[in-house]
């Protein structure tokens, strides 16, 4: 069983800072990619940033520049540290992770997201 669970969310006037954080545990044999996903009301869940195991990271052009993801191997857990933060960001964000966990075969597993409000 593998659980990821997420901490970090709130809410912050338009241009403040936020810093995710979402840890994996449970029979974890290899964490391949993490990153994240929001969604905002109404709206599908889009992606935001991925970070391979070895640190190589990708993000959605709305982010570049504001947002930088990151992550500890050996702890399992992957971060988001969010600036600039604009009223267009407030969505609900889902960590997730390409886990290959002991009896099981290789799969995304997701956590159960933490809310990000930005407001004034």
């Not at 593998?2 to 810093?19: K, M, N, T």
């Not at 070895?54 to 947002?67: L, Q, S």
Request: net charge positive; glycine share 12%.
């Amino acid at each position: 069983q593998v659980q990821l669970v997420e901490s970090g969310g709130g809410l912050v006037q338009p241009g403040g800072s936020l810093r995710l954080s979402c840890v994996a545990s449970g029979r974890i044999v290899i964490t391949n990619s993490m990153g994240w996903y929001r969604q905002a009301p109404g709206k599908p869940r889009d992606l935001v940033a991925t970070i391979t195991r070895n640190g190589i990271t990708n993000y959605v052009d709305a982010v570049k520049g504001r947002f930088t993801v990151s992550r500890d191997n050996a702890k399992n857990t992957v971060y988001l540290q969010m600036s600039s933060l604009e009223l267009e960001d407030t969505a609900d964000y889902y960590c997730y992770a390409d886990i290959m966990a002991g009896g099981t075969s290789q799969r995304n597993y997701w956590g159960q997201g933490t809310q990000v409000t930005v407001s004034s």
